[in-house]
């Protein structure tokens, strides 16, 4: 806390809040970049005809794991991986679809089981804190308007602090995110670039690396926002206190 502290003494409360508005600007220019790559290589067909279900079963097969089931859920990019229950999970576009785009996320969701049958620490540690960053995650979404409420009219902090410290754990979460998705990735890429059966040509996994590229960076973004959130609310509870 009071490293958090340190660093906000030399951030203002206007530069803090110039820093968000630049991380949401270009947070949106990476989410708009990401979802128009993937609605251009959704259209282009994969010349091994695979779908994202077949994709995803043969890089679970391929790496010895059998006992993850490859299901499709409702809604757009909401593919992702279950540890719990083991399954790997994928949009309707990327389940039924047969495109270089559908291939590329099921790989990369697969990836994440690959890490979970290999005990990938990254992985394992985030998972381990999934609780913890449930409960943060509730008590930011009162204790920081609260606080900084309390703090500017009868001036007491510590509700304020509660939601910085909260906050600091989901942040953490955030960039603890990064080596996972990256990793993901890597494998899915790696997978992908020596099975020609699914990716016949280096133009199909140029196109597939560029598209998973795209997604990281919106983890990125996110991360970044995450963090310039944190340096804002902090900044209130450090200069006030000063």
């Known amino acids: 806390m009071n490293h958090i502290l340190f660093i906000t003494g030399f951030i203002s409360y206007s530069s803090a809040w110039f820093l968000m508005i630049v991380i949401a600007i270009i947070s949106f220019i990476v989410q708009w970049r990401f979802k128009s790559k993937f609605k251009q290589y959704a259209e282009i067909p994969l010349l ?9 079963e043969r890089m679970l097969h391929d790496n010895g794991i059998y006992d993850v089931q490859v299901i499709s859920v409702e809604g757009q990019l909401t593919d992702h991986y279950n540890p719990e229950t083991k399954t790997v999970n994928l949009s309707p576009d990327v389940f039924y679809s047969r495109s270089v785009a559908s291939a590329a996320v099921a790989a ?17 540690f985030r998972t381990a804190m999934v ?11 009162w204790t ?14 510590y509700v304020l602090a509660v939601g910085v410290v909260a906050l600091a754990l989901v942040t953490t979460f955030s960039f603890i995110t990064l080596p996972v998705e990256f990793d993901a990735s890597n494998r899915a890429l790696a997978w992908l670039n020596n099975n020609y059966t699914v990716m016949q040509t280096r133009e199909e996994h140029e196109q597939a690396k560029d598209a998973l590229w795209w997604a990281a960076m919106t983890y990125v973004v996110a ?3 995450a963090l310039a959130t944190l340096l804002y609310y902090a900044s209130f509870l450090f200069n006030r206190r000063n």
């Open 48 to 56: 091994s005809g695979l779908s994202g279900q077949e994709v995803a």
């Open 131 to 141: 609780p913890v960053i449930n409960i943060a995650s509730t008590l930011t979404q």
């Open 144 to 157: 920081l308007f609260i606080g900084v409420m309390l703090l500017f009219f009868i001036h007491n902090p």
């Open 108 to 124: 990369h969701e697969c990836g994440h089981a690959v890490q979970h049958a290999r005990a990938y620490s990254w992985l394992s």
């Open 223 to 225: 991360a970044l926002s």
